[in-house]
């Protein structure tokens, strides 16, 4: 078993990576409660910006773990590891005025063979990330479990099938400063990936995100559609949809 420690995204081109809007503030004042029976009094704009700190890339999130995941596997495309399990330790910290964020993640990968020839990679990883964005701040654990295709020759993108997980406390800057505690899984199938940057090109993922807002609990799910260039639109089960974006 290989072992290596690296700092991935660094210097102007990772900066720029790095650089997230979160098109949640506009309505964080103006979303509704969800009334349904059994919900409890967190609002929907609350919910988003649960959701976005689980996408974006300046929180940790799930663009930035699947970019990580790219440049591990296009960095060590080569036959004579099939079947080899490799530990890679990253960390990153970023702080930018208003938003920053650390993380430190223990990837595992395995290259997958066939006929000698590289053909996907797993990997599972896990670690901690925190991050402060203008509407909240957040304590995480994650974990996730993603498969990478689409490395045989000919192929301009590549495909990936994710299973991801981050539980936390979240703090908000409204509502009195309130703390959240939840859970948010996302599951992907066969999203597009740029071969060249790692970004999400497009695809089509689901969200479960549940957790307890002072004495009251909370379940909401989802689908979120990824439409390229750090967007996406957050689908509510039964409600309302909500634009997001990062860069």
Partial sequence: MKSNSISLFAGKAGAKL????????????????NTEPGTSSITDAEIVSIASGALGVKSGGLELQTQSAVILSITNQNPAFCGTVTDTTVIKQLD????????????????????????SF?????????????ELS????????FTLSGFGPGSNDLLVNQRYERSG?????????REVKSKIT????????????????????T?????????????????????????ATLSFTGGKSYPISWK
Wanted: glycine letters at 14%.
């Fill in 169 to 177: 406390t979240q703090k908000f800057k409204s509502n009195d400063g």
């Fill in 138 to 145: 957040s304590n995480d654990e994650l974990t996730g479990n």
């Fill in 207 to 231: 969200f479960l995100v549940s957790g307890t807002a002072g004495q009251d609990a909370f379940e909401y799910s989802g689908s979120i559609t990824f439409q390229g260039s750090g967007k």
């Fill in 96 to 119: 930018s005025g208003a938003v920053s964020y650390r993380l430190a993640i223990n990837w595992r990968r395995t290259n997958n063979c066939a006929a000698g020839v590289v053909s």
């Fill in 186 to 205: 996302i599951s992907t199938s066969n999203l597009k990936l740029s071969r060249g940057t790692g970004r999400i090109l497009s695809g089509e993922g």
């Fill in 122 to 134: 797993t990997h599972v990883f896990g670690g901690t990330a925190s991050y402060t964005t203008p």
């Fill in 18 to 33: 790095f650089t997230l809007t979160l098109a949640i503030s506009a309505f964080m004042m103006s979303c509704e409660k």
